[in-house]
């Protein structure tokens, strides 16, 4: 095998490097991406262990496509294969934000992004879409995931937060597959550690920010933080706006356009607050503190979710989890749908998509590029 690790590094650099410069659309279009190449292009790992990762790493803080990727990488070729995913997935999602912060800075906006992401979302709506229907046929397989899936789904609309809605569906599958002969103490401890975790943030500083408070500010949230990018925003506002009073909400709004207009985790928002706060050192800081304990959480997740299915009770609570997964990633696509399809060229784009991705089984990178290439078309014939 050793003469094989060497290429199969080099694969996986490839593979994430090209994902971290074209993967737009947030957490569930970057899934979505890894699904069709790693499991139906490469055939990397079985479409069972790739949403067992899904469903684990959704039970996890931080940025859960990033951890997703992560654990692929782990999967793949151990710590060093998590290493070279998560720093290819990260890095050029990092290095875009950075230079639209120093633009900001410099000239007082950020360069236009409008026209990319008008061309680029309907393409990922698609490849979310495609991606649902794949994993939704194993995850909610039965009547009984596939009405826990429902349930989740609706709830997820009406605004219950993502842990909740993992937790209990775990929780209800576990007792469901062993007639309710187990102790839940150790679900219930999860669920308390981020309460416990948000209440111990860090200090609150006036004046210069420091790197150290810096860092203890975004080593927090990426402890805390559950479920999307968008969560993300809501503890930034009252983190760094309503407490701390480090930046602005129109700056905090800025930075998180930055994060959306780049590809990759949407956590590189991280980046441009950092570069705002304390210079590129700032940047540095925020962006290493934010990430950091998500290389050693989807460290775990890669080691023992094999180990995982090998116990009925932690099975059927992934199980649970894993619709769960599915719901969210199905309200997620629905709310960026709604967003996105607002015109007939962008239903026009989806729709192509759609029939590209089932029909001809173009590489999605492609669909994307095409997209970005046509929203920019688009909106400078207006």
């Known amino acids: 095998m050793h003469h094989t690790t060497a290429a199969k590094l080099g694969e996986l650099f490839r593979f994430f490097i090209r ?32 949403l067992d990762l899904v ?28 290493a070279i995913a998560g720093a290819c997935f990260i890095l050029p999602a990092s290095l875009a934000t950075l230079g639209l912060a120093w633009a900001y800075v410099h000239y007082g906006h950020m360069p236009q992004a409008e026209g990319l992401l008008y061309g680029t979302k309907p393409v990922m709506v698609a490849i979310v879409v495609q991606a649902i229907w794949r994993l939704g046929r194993l995850a909610l397989r039965g009547w009984a995931l596939l009405m826990a899936g ?32 187990i102790r839940l ?46 969560v993300l925003l809501a503890f930034l506002q009252r983190d760094l706006v309503d407490r701390l009073h480090w930046v602005t909400q129109a700056q905090l709004l800025d930075a998180v356009t930055a994060g959306q207009v780049t590809p990759g985790p949407v956590f590189a928002t991280a980046t441009f607050l950092g570069y705002l706060l304390h210079g590129y050192a700032g940047a540095a800081a925020a962006t290493i503190s934010i990430f950091a304990p998500s290389f050693l959480m989807a460290g775990a997740v890669g080691a023992f979710a094999g180990q995982i299915r090998r116990s009925k009770l932690a099975g059927s609570f992934l199980d649970g989890v894993n619709a ?40 999605a990178t492609w669909l994307i590029v095409g997209g970005a290439v046509a929203g920019i078309l688009l909106r400078a014939a207006r």
Request: hydrophobic letters at 60%.
């Open 55 to 82: 469903g684990a790493c959704n039970l996890l803080p931080g940025p859960s496509s990033t951890q997703v990727a992560m654990a692929l990488g782990f999967a793949c070729a151990g710590w060093v294969g998590l």
């Open 324 to 363: 769960a997964a599915v719901a969210l990633m199905a309200a997620v696509a629905l709310a960026l749908g709604r967003a996105t399809l607002v015109d007939g060229w962008t239903w026009a784009l989806a729709l192509l998509s759609v029939v590209t991705l089932v029909r001809f089984r173009v590489n």
């Open 19 to 50: 994902l971290g410069l074209t993967a737009f659309g947030g957490p569930a279009a970057h899934i979505a991406l890894m699904e069709r190449e790693a499991v139906e292009q490469r055939a990397w790992m079985t479409r069972e262990h790739f």
């Open 150 to 181: 429902l349930g989740c789904f609706a709830a997820a609309l009406a605004g219950v937060p993502p842990i909740a809605l993992l937790l209990t569906a775990g929780g209800a599958a576990a007792l469901a597959a062993n007639r309710g002969r």
């Open 185 to 230: 103490r150790g679900v219930q401890g999860f669920a308390v550690l981020p309460a416990a975790s948000v209440a111990g943030g860090a200090a609150a500083t006036t004046g210069t920010v420091g790197l150290l408070p810096l860092v203890l500010t975004f080593l927090k949230l990426g402890v805390v933080v559950f479920g999307s990018g968008y």
